[in-house]
């Protein structure tokens, strides 16, 4: 009698033991005379039940976690293979709170399918995007991409459709489509989770984006720090090819299109979308001035899209469902979903896509269940590690990119990393300079030197001079407006955040909060 069972393989679950479990699951099952299908997803992304085991029954996937090795065989004598009762049964995994709370578009399959399965995608509703884009044309695509307010996951927010209407329309033999797939900010895991358990969404959002542009050849950059993404995308894009969704002909159309894996060493600067084409160019990645746009002289100095993984892997979705689908969920300009990544201190760790909207205090306090230390939440950092500290007071803030903004921050790509009461802000101030110091491209002044100085009157505040603090703050606004990029312009924020909510740790006191009120 045969049982299926799918177990995560992503980099979370492995770290967590999953690849130990399946060893198990494998030799008890050939013990009980069982014929094992063991299928290997990516991880639905509520990393407290990793490894999180799924069994087939008739009434549906049944779970069980967080699983560990010499668990299996107390399940399996319970009769895990049946859906049986066990201290770690969690029921229909649609039915965990911390999923059924969640809208999720561009996740929807991640946790569910195979990823290396063309076929099981196309089963859970893939290549339907792909299959409306073809009967729209480029004008249609683009036209619906405008309309559906997509903006940039990155960190920018820019409209999505803008920059593809801008490449569209750009004269060349030779266009490109650049995935930034340089997932480098802290608590950031959502790039990582759509590669390694849902992959073909992505190319099939980069094969809509080159019907769109008139491009023919797509890039993925991805950090070498990656290894599983890394292999789970290529057997994706080897899997593709042979179904003919890439290179010559898409799907029987008149169109081209192939993607290549670049790998990148994992330089922060190289997240930027300049320094990262210098970086696939086999130079050293460096801040380009603009103009010229990369829409204009991108890669090899032909038009070019640079997309955020998840900017690329919504696109399916709005295709397939239409603009005004994805544009009923959100707020203001910020429409659709995010999927936003809690991490940190807190209990419930995980990804949690869910409309804009939402607010600060909600996801921290009710879906991530507050601190792990069970000690009370005194900081937020959204948006990675230049990104601002967020105190209780500001947690009506909703998720969306101008409140947040408005608030002095910044969603960035979507990390949340919660910190409790017995953090240092004046350390956290001095390692967002020190990080700024270490992971700059040198190019600029106020990101390479203002950084190494920063650093030093941080450390003289420290040293018990609160004057410092106004050279403090004149140094960040020298690095917002004066540096290149995002690096040197936004490494101000969590310094500045901190200087203002927590005046206490720079022993600032009313010093400190008289200066935040100028």
């Known amino acids: 009698m045969s049982v299926t069972i799918y ?39 509520l990393f407290w039940l990793e490894p ?25 004598a319970a009769g895990l293979f049946e859906g049986g009762a066990h201290p770690l049964r969690l029921g229909a995994p649609a039915a965990i709170p911390f999923l059924a709370r969640q809208t999720r578009l561009t996740f929807a399959r991640t ?18 995007g792909l299959e409306r884009a073809l009967e ?38 030779q266009k490109y489509i650049v995935c930034n797939a340089d997932e480098g900010d802290s608590g950031t895991y959502a790039d990582r989770m759509i ?71 994992g330089a922060y ?33 032909r038009p070019t899209v640079i997309n955020n993984v998840i900017s690329l892997a919504s696109v399916p979705f709005i295709l397939a469902e239409g603009a005004g689908a994805y544009r009923d969920f959100g707020m203001g300009r910020s429409r659709g979903t995010m999927p936003i990544q809690l991490a940190g201190n807190i209990r419930f760790g995980g990804l949690y896509e869910t409309a804009f909207g939402v607010t600060l205090g909600e996801l921290v306090d009710e879906i991530g269940g507050g601190t792990a230390s069970g000690r009370p939440v005194r900081a937020v950092q959204v948006g990675g590690p230049l990104g601002a500290y967020f105190p209780r007071a500001l947690f009506d803030t909703p998720f969306d990119y101008e409140a947040f903004a408005a608030a002095g921050g910044l969603i960035g790509h979507g990390g949340v990393v919660v910190f409790d009461d017995t953090v240092d802000l004046r350390a956290q101030a001095r390692f967002a300079m020190e990080f700024c110091a270490i992971e700059s491209c040198g190019k600029c002044t106020p990101c390479r030197i203002g950084s190494t100085r920063g650093v030093e009157v941080i450390d003289r505040i420290g040293a018990g ?20 990029c995002a690096l ?19 022993g600032a006191g009313a010093t400190g909060s008289a200066a935040a009120a100028e």
């Open 136 to 173: 729209l044309g480029p004008e249609g695509i683009v036209e619906e991409v405008v309309q559906s307010g997509l903006r940039g996951r990155g960190g920018a927010g820019f409209p999505t459709g803008v920059k593809w209407r801008t490449v569209a329309a750009a004269k060349a033999l």
């Open 269 to 301: 600067v190289c997240g930027e979308e300049t320094a990262l084409l210098d970086s696939i160019e086999g130079k050293r990645g460096q801040v380009r001035a603009k103009p010229p746009l990369p829409a204009h002289q991108g890669l090899f100095g």
């Open 7 to 45: 177990l995560p393989k992503d980099a979370a679950a492995l770290a967590l033991g999953a690849d130990e479990v399946a060893a198990e699951l494998t030799r008890l099952a050939r013990a009980a005379g069982r014929d094992l299908n063991l299928v290997r997803t990516g991880s639905r992304g």
């Open 195 to 265: 590669m390694e358990g849902d992959p073909f969404v992505l190319i099939e959002g980069m094969v809509i984006a080159g019907i769109a542009v008139g491009a023919s050849r797509g890039y993925v950059y991805l950090r070498s720090e990656y290894p599983h993404a890394a292999a789970a995308f290529a057997l994706a894009l080897d899997e593709a090819r042979r179904a003919g969704l890439l290179g010559a002909r898409i799907g029987g159309s008149a169109h081209d299109f192939d993607i290549e894996l670049r790998m990148g060493a």
């Open 111 to 128: 946790g569910i399918v195979d990823p290396a399965s063309v076929e099981d995608y196309r089963a859970h509703g893939g290549w339907a």
């Open 488 to 506: 040197g312009g936004f490494a101000p924020y969590p310094v500045l955040s901190a200087l203002d909510h927590f005046p206490e740790d720079f």
């Open 52 to 76: 999180m085991v799924e069994v087939a029954t008739p009434g549906g996937r049944i779970a069980y976690g967080p699983v560990e090795a010499s668990d299996v065989e107390g399940l399996v």
């Open 465 to 484: 001079d609160p004057k410092q603090i106004t050279l403090l703050r004149d140094l960040c606004e020298t690095m917002k407006f004066g540096s290149l």
